[in-house]
């Protein structure tokens, strides 16, 4: 066998085995607390695009996604961190996720400033349901 038809099939067969890797590697968090922590994930870094695919398919068809990151591009409030609070009332189809959300408010309010800024946390509740492609999060409209 020549060295060229020898790199040939050790080509071909690296290809394989990467195709076959691919196709046995889930897309992307798949439980609603993972998928709930990389939307918060993607907004803390304002990674607006990024976050809007984990919202449902019913508001991605009401709200663009150029619309929704123009209207997460205007807010103020300074998110440092997301954590995974709690889950309640899941099933097969609906779950709700807690996630602990802290932010820092450096401006705007009276005794509040860059050098003293205002830092808290709040859990924010979300409603998720499941479809054939996998956990969404429902926004209340």
Not at 59 to 66: D, F, I, N, P
Not at 102 to 108: N, S
Not at 118 to 141: A, L, N
Request: hydrophobic share 40%.
């Amino acid at each position: 066998m020549t060295k060229v038809k020898k790199y040939k099939k050790l080509l071909l067969g690296l290809m394989v085995l990467a195709a076959s890797g691919c196709a046995v590697t889930p897309q992307g968090p798949q439980s609603p607390e993972d998928r709930a922590k990389a939307k918060w994930d993607a907004i803390v870094v304002g990674d607006y695009a990024g976050a809007y695919v984990y919202y449902s398919p019913g508001y991605r068809e009401a709200v663009s996604e150029e619309q929704f990151v123009a209207t997460m591009s205007r807010r103020t409030l300074a998110l440092t961190d997301a954590l995974i609070h709690q889950t309640k009332d899941c099933d097969d189809e609906v779950c709700t996720v807690g996630i602990s959300v802290g932010f820092r408010i450096t401006t705007g309010v009276s005794g509040i400033s860059r050098e003293n800024p205002f830092e808290s946390r709040q859990i924010v509740w979300e409603d998720w349901i499941r479809t054939e492609k996998g956990w969404f999060f429902v926004p209340e409209r």
